[in-house]
């Protein structure tokens, strides 16, 4: 069974949780901690503060953060908090096998794949077609999009 870290890192809050998980599924096996980014130098001491916090026994080995900027080559410049990761220099710092920086809108695009019916509020009804294009947008610190493509063999592809 593999432990993973997840955590929405942004310049206001860094909120972290565990799931547990074998193959494709998972669940969670902590309550969600929410940090004040502004109290920390960095990312490194936010997670070793909610490990120790959550006191588990089970210690995480991946760990994958939204991060509410730009992302490219595992790696991001915050907009709002003097903070730059890299997520092999994380992986080094924690100990764990593998961290995966993705934007926060990217995080939403792969999320939304995986709602059924019931979780989703009809705005105007249509004819959905399972394989179009899906775009999402949110206002915030900026103007967050994500695009959800559909790939030929099977899945999404999220830009």
Partial sequence: MTILLAGDIGGTNTRLKLFQGTGS???????IRTYPSQNYPSLTPVV????HDVASNQTPTRACFAIAGPVQDNTSVLTNINWELN???LRQDLGFEQVQLINDFAAI????????????EVLQAGQPS???PKAILGAGTGLGQCFVIPRA???????
Avoid: K, M, W
């Fill in 48 to 51: 070793q503060t909610f490990l």
């Fill in 87 to 89: 997520g092999e220099q």
């Fill in 153 to 159: 063999q099977g899945g999404y592809q999220v830009f």
């Fill in 130 to 132: 399972p394989r179009a």
């Fill in 109 to 120: 695009g792969y999320g939304i794949t995986g709602l059924g019916g019931a979780d989703l």
């Fill in 25 to 31: 599924q998972i669940e969670p096996c902590s309550e």
